[in-house]
């Protein structure tokens, strides 16, 4: 199964690609997607194009979004939900599944604390995807999504088939 995990940002949208066969991962590619300067609708526009050639250039079959936070700063937050709803429609429109996680079910995931820093989780990324190098900590964020997605639709998938088995 190959995962696209997504970190939205308005600023730097992060994406990384994974291929999942049984309980191994391996790195297919990640990068950040960068807005630049101007009007938001413009902005959101350059994320909606340039995540829409990453979907098309490496055929996920299922996507895995982090869950934003609400900070202080309303304007900001209401801001990166509109990112955040391109990092979900994107993957929706090329047909694809996109699952939701919190920031700190992914770390818990990845790192096995659910507080972990950034650094942690970069760390144990590279150790999870051996030869992988994240093009930033926006990428690194976004395999982690993608590793942690791994996790949970492994699990899904061995609960389902207990099920099954003891019907």
Not at 8 to 27: A, F, K, N, Q, S
Request: hydrophobic share 50%; glycine share 10%; net charge neutral.
């Amino acid at each position: 199964m190959r995962i696209i995990g997504i970190d939205p940002g308005l600023r730097c949208l992060g994406w990384g690609v994974i291929e999942v066969d049984g309980v191994r991962l391996r790195h297919v590619a990640n990068g950040q997607i960068l807005s630049g300067a101007g009007d938001l609708a413009v902005r959101l526009l350059a994320l909606y194009e340039q995540l829409s050639a990453v979907i098309a250039r490496h055929a996920p079959q299922t996507a895995a979004v982090e869950q934003t936070f609400v900070n202080k700063d309303g304007a900001g937050t209401l801001k990166l939900g509109q990112a955040r709803g391109i990092a979900m429609l994107v993957p929706a429109q090329a047909g694809l599944r996109v699952a939701e996680y919190a920031p700190n079910a992914v770390k818990k995931a990845v790192v096995g604390v659910g507080h972990a820093e950034k650094q942690q989780v970069e760390h144990m990324v590279r150790l999870q995807l051996p030869g992988c190098d994240p093009a930033g900590p926006d990428a690194a964020d976004a395999l982690a999504v993608a590793i942690c997605h791994a996790f949970y639709a492994q699990s899904a998938d061995r609960l389902a088939q207990a099920i099954g088995a003891a019907s």
